[in-house]
């Protein structure tokens, strides 16, 4: 078979199945085959070989299986955290097993955009989906998902986790999402993703979620993937930003098969913060790539971002970072750090900051650095009678703290220092 | 104690040590003085076993043991201190946990039972109060932000609470003003017994007034030339190490 034939076989197989019912899906899907899928000449996917990894992991002459048993909660539930939650398993909202907040407007995205017209009318106004071609396959072919809106002033008790649980034990599993979130003016609530594969055949996700920060709301945000080495995963989160709003972004990659990572922020209105976090501790032969935008449209407005990861083994780590401040954003303040440790010689990661800024009177910075861990600080630890492996993890473990200590959640905390504790073998 | 002989070490093909001959017994205390660059700090890297330096001569005997097959924690745990010239900053660990697990693994490695966190703070109490430190200091990151003198106090801190047998203090003193200076001689004199040993690695009279020596050595070039008593570093006080040079230079 040549590439050009394999490459057409995969697009008819990721598209098989998709009802086309609209022209905002037309649209997206005369996109995504005119756009093909990445291959290693893309600059936004040069060191992302996800074309490669779809044609290792799938199987193209076999359909995808859908349904699939719920696994058990302990498999897949954030332990030890108090919490609401949406479930969906193999792309479809599962109401029934669903816990969602009285005060809020929760529903299947399938239903919210037959349903509502605000709904229709936003989707796919926020994320650009014309230039990328998972964007446009998720615009295109997405079959379920939440709508959550956070009415004005409402301020939840507990934050939201959506959970999207994939059984491939009947087969591969293809899972495209999409979500809404609108945060009301002066509203406050906090949403985690996670992310829990069953089964060893291949499972090919799509997560897009549109976010949108009304007046003087505020959010925080985690994404959580620790999930098996058979999930092959592209997520996009798109958050807009009104005047006041406040934005905590945590992005925290501990495990899984292959990950490429949308995180894009737009600043449209005055006076808004951003903080955007990303840890990534990558092993085994895990690709990992975060790819973050900070666009700045409007004066006055303040972000940051550091995103740190320690690679070990052959993991391969990607980290682009672009801030945009346009002509009208002056007083702009935008910061921009990305520290990585690698452990091993075969472990690499590249990175990249772009820095675009149209506007003159502005503070901005950026700054990345790659090393190893610290000898001289090692043999300190160790010159007090500390071994070296326990010298190593506290060194590791005080590198990836700085990020932990920055998750509001006390309850989210725990259990994330538990989880990063095991990987870096803290036993202190 | 410990016996030096003609030990010769290397750092990035630069020969550093020439052949150092030295033998520390119980119960004494020995000043390592000489200029700079001389090859102090790095002696006492070689003796805690910074992998960095390579020793191409000559053997250290330790308690009956080889040190130079000792890895550094070892060494630490068989009784070694290192009080550092230049302590390094590490963001994100602080004092406390630090200390909590080396005095622990020490103590296990002596057979004795791990202090759970109560024993711990108790422990930590007394030997603040020797070295008379704050304990905020110690709730922050190792060192980092730390003023000359509190990253000095914070080492003898740290010695006191491992009570090593062999203490090599390198330049303890510098950077530290005279009360200082006292709070940290006194922390040494309150380790010194019969049982244990203290290297002190200095420039200074000044120290030696508070810890006085039993031997006074220079290291010059990497060896030792001259040995003495303490009247030796009063000596070299007021002449300076013109007048050892040239009498190296004629032999
Ligand atoms: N990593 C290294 N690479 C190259 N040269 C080194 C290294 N470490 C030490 N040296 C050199 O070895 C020599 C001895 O250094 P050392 O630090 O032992 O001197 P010292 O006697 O402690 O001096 P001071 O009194 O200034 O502290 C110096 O010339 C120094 O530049
Ligand atoms: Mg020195």
């Not at chain 2, 103590?107 to 422990?123: I, M, P, Q």
């Not at chain 2, 730390?146 to 914070?154: A, C, L, P, T």
């Not at chain 2, 380790?191 to 006085?212: E, P």
Request: glycine fraction near 6%.
């Amino acid at each position: 078979m040549t590439n050009a034939s394999v490459h057409s076989e995969l697009l008819d197989l990721l598209t098989e199945a998709v009802l086309v019912q609209n022209e905002l899906r037309t649209e997206a899907m005369q996109v995504f085959r005119k756009l093909g899928l990445p291959g290693n000449k893309n600059e936004e996917y040069k060191h992302t070989p996800i074309t490669r990894a779809l044609e290792k992991g799938l199987q193209l002459r076999a359909s995808f299986v859908t349904g699939g048993a719920l696994p058990n909660e302990d498999q897949w539930k954030i332990s030890g955290l108090n919490a609401y939650h949406a479930v969906l398993l193999n792309g479809s909202l599962l109401p029934e097993k669903s816990f969602l907040p009285s005060q809020v407007t929760a529903m299947p995205m399938s239903k919210a955009s037959a349903n509502l017209q605000h709904v229709k009318d936003n989707m796919g106004t926020y994320a650009d989906f014309r230039n990328d071609a998972f964007a446009a396959w998720n615009t295109a072919a997405w079959s379920d998902g939440v709508y959550l809106e956070i009415p004005e002033a409402v301020k939840l008790d507990k934050p939201i986790v959506i959970y999207y649980l994939h059984d491939s034990q009947a087969g591969q599993v293809k899972s495209v999402t999409r979500n809404l979130v609108i945060s009301g003016r002066n509203s406050e609530a906090a949403i985690i993703e996670k992310w829990c594969t069953t089964g060893s055949n291949t499972v090919i996700s799509n997560t897009l979620s549109e976010i949108v920060l009304h007046e003087s709301a505020r959010l925080n945000h985690v994404v959580l993937q620790s999930d098996t080495d058979a999930h092959i995963q592209y997520l996009f989160n798109q958050f807009w930003q009104h005047s006041g709003s406040f934005l905590n972004s945590h992005v925290i990659t501990l495990d899984g098969g292959f990950i490429r990572n949308n995180t894009r922020v737009a600043l449209d209105g005055e006076n808004c913060e951003s903080h955007l976090y990303g840890l990534y501790l990558l092993h085994k032969n895990i690709i990992a790539d975060n790819h973050t935008v900070v666009d700045h449209r409007k004066p006055n407005s303040y972000s940051n971002e550091l995103y740190k990861g320690i690679l070990e083994d052959q993991a391969k780590g990607v980290f682009n970072g672009k801030i945009f401040v346009r002509p009208d954003a002056q007083k702009t303040n935008a910061f921009q750090s990305n520290r990585n440790i690698l452990l091993s010689d075969k472990a690499t990661i590249n990175t990249k900051p772009q820095l675009e800024i149209w506007a003159d009177d502005v503070k901005c910075s950026h700054g990345c650095t790659t090393g190893q861990l610290d000898e001289e600080a090692l043999f300190y630890l160790r010159s007090r009678g500390i071994n070296k492996d326990t010298a190593r993890a506290m060194m590791l473990y005080a590198f990836a703290s700085e990020l932990l200590d920055t998750v509001n959640d006390a309850e989210l905390k725990n259990y994330l220092d538990a989880l990063v504790s095991e990987r870096l073998h803290k036993n202190f | 104690m410990l016996a030096i002989k003609n030990l010769s070490a290397q750092v990035n093909g630069k020969q550093i040590l020439n052949g150092i001959n030295l033998e520390v017994k119980a119960g004494e205390v020995h000043a390592i003085m000489g200029p700079n660059g001389s090859g102090k700090s790095t002696l006492a890297s070689v003796l805690a076993g910074r992998e960095e330096f390579e020793v191409t001569d000559g053997t250290v005997e330790y308690l009956g043991k080889n040190l130079l097959e000792l890895e550094p924690d070892e060494r630490a745990r068989e009784g070694i201190f290192l009080a550092f010239q230049y302590p390094v900053e590490i963001p994100g660990v602080s004092t406390i946990n630090f200390m909590k697990t080396a005095v622990n693994q020490v103590r296990e490695h002596r057979g004795l039972e791990t202090l759970d966190a109560v024993s711990f703070l108790g422990l930590m109490k007394e030997k603040m109060k020797l070295v008379e430190i704050d304990q905020s200091l110690l709730n922050r990151s190792l060192n980092e932000g730390f003023s000359g003198g509190e990253k000095k106090r914070n080492e003898i801190f740290q010695m006191a609470m491992l009570e090593p047998k062999l203490a090599i203090l390198d330049e303890t003193d510098s950077g530290l003003d005279i009360d200082a200076l006292k709070i940290v001689a006194n922390g040494v004199n309150k380790l010194r017994s019969k049982n244990n040993a203290i290297i002190v690695v200095t420039h200074y009279q000044r120290l030696l007034n508070y810890i006085v020596p039993d031997f006074v050595h220079v290291l010059y070039k990497g060896k030792i030339v001259k040995s003495g008593g303490k009247e030796l570093a009063l000596e070299l006080e007021a002449k300076g190490y013109d007048w050892i040079k040239s009498e190296v230079e004629v032999a």
